[in-house]
Every structure is written in structure tokens, then in C-alpha cells.
């Protein structure tokens, strides 16, 4: 069956622009994260949805990130007046349930560039 | 809070060779642990998991991992290394029923030389 897809696969945008970065779970997963990976290191959490509420956005760094998922399937990741430092891949994972012995299946990521 | 230790962040080994990849977590409760493995320009993907019961778990790949609670340690390790294993490979946690979120190691690049 199909995985997580995210879209665009590459997004390079200039200092101060604003930016969405969409996620498409697998079909019927309840649970949605986002994550960010900056070079060289491993990802890091930034919001988990469990169906239309966002029930942990401990991981956002600051108010110029915001995540959506209205209707409990699709979710688009927000950034407003992006900077430099914004610059990694955006990891979006999906699980059935919200378990913590529920797998999180990733998706392939998109990358930003913040020039 | 938790953590996740990656001993080194390269590893060259030789094809046929033991492939033994080094983590350590900390945990205030018992962990759920896990490795994923990640190709170029690809998404991350589930090798193994420890949740509960046995505490060697065999993944895909031919990949095991042991946990080990005295150590804090969750080494994944495969007898015979493939050329297809060069890769990422990232040790996480997740802790607890109510956690919810993947705590991540900084990632080892395995390099299989032939």
C-alpha cells in the first residue's frame, strides 16, 4: 500500500518568505508527527497530531512554526518569516494509533533551503 | 527527560564482517527502543523495535538488537555485513504509554568497503 508522501520533495525560498510543507499519512493512521532534521544529525520532534488536535507541540521551536490537520488525515506544516537556521529536511511520520508501541512509518521528507 | 547516545558517528567495515553499531539511552521509565535505517534520499525505516518480552529482537535485514537494562545500551548488530547495508542508522526512544514522540541518536553512516 501506499506510504507516507510529502510534498515538495526540495522547497528552496529566500530569508523572510513563508512557506507550507504538506504530508499525506497512510490511510487510516490516526497519529501524525512532524520532525526536523538539520545536517548531520538525527531528527527532532516538533508536533504530534492524534486525528484533528495537535496533543503535543512541546518540539516547535518558536511562534514562527504551526502545524494544521483539519480534517484528521492531510497535514500541512506552517513557517512565517523563514530564516536561515530553518534550512533541513522536514520529516513527517504517521501510526495507526497513538500507542507507544505503534510504529511510526516515515515519510521521504522535504527538504528546505532558506537562502 | 530522554536521551539516546550513538557511539561513533562512522563505521567502515568490511563486506562478510560483523557489523556491531553502539547505543545508550536514558530513560526515567522503561524504554520502548528502536533503530531505523536510513538510505539516501529516502525516509527513514523501521529495522527492529524492543517494546516488552524478549530482550534479544530480531528485525529485517538480518539485524538483531539486544537490550540491556544494567548497560542502558540497545546495540544493533548483523554477522555479515552487505554492500546494500551502507547506510544511516539511528537508535531512538520512546518512553512510556503516554509518550508519544521518537527521541533520536545523532546517527551512524555505516561505509561497507568490498
Known amino acids: 500500500g501506499a506510504g507516507v508522501s510529502q510534498t515538495p520533495s526540495n522547497k528552496v525560498t529566500e530569508k523572510g518568505k513563508y512557506v507550507e510543507l504538506r504530508c499525506d499519512p497512510i490511510?487510516?493512521?490516526?497519529?501524525l508527527y512532524w520532525y526536523r532534521q538539520s545536517l548531520g544529525q538525527g531528527p527532532e520532534f516538533l508536533i504530534y497530531f492524534q486525528g484533528t488536535g495537535a496533543a503535543d507541540d512541546s518540539g516547535l521551536p518558536n511562534d514562527r512554526f504551526f502545524a494544521v490537520r483539519p480534517e484528521g488525515s492531510v497535514s500541512t506544516l506552517k513557517i512565517q518569516r523563514t530564516e536561515r537556521g530553518d534550512s533541513a529536511v522536514y520529516l513527517c511520520a504517521s501510526s495507526l494509533g497513538s500507542s507507544a508501541t505503534d510504529t511510526q512509518y516515515f515519510g521521504p521528507g522535504t527538504r528546505l533551503t532558506v537562502l | 527527560a530522554q536521551s539516546v547516545t550513538q557511539l561513533g558517528s562512522h563505521v567502515s567495515v568490511s563486506e562478510g564482517a560483523l557489523v556491531l553499531l553502539r547505543c545508550n539511552y536514558s530513560?526515567?521509565?522503561?524504554?520502548?527502543l528502536f533503530w531505523y535505517v536510513q538510505y539516501p534520499n529516502q525516509g527513514l525505516q523501521l529495522l527492529l523495535k524492543y517494546t516488552t518480552g524478549a530482550t534479544l529482537v530480531k528485525g529485517i535485514n538480518g539485524f538483531e538488537a539486544e537490550f540491556k537494562k544494567s548497560e542502558t545500551s540497545f546495540h544493533l548488530t548483523k554477522p555479515s555485513a552487505h554492500m546494500s547495508d551502507a547506510a544511516e542508522y539511528f537508535c531512538a526512544v520512546r518512553t512510556g504509554a503516554a509518550g508519544n514522540k521518537l527521541t533520536f541518536g545523532g546517527g551512524t553512516r555505516v561505509l561497507v568497503k568490498p
Open positions: 530513560s526515567s521509565v522503561p524504554p520502548y
Open positions: 490511510s487510516g493512521h490516526t497519529a
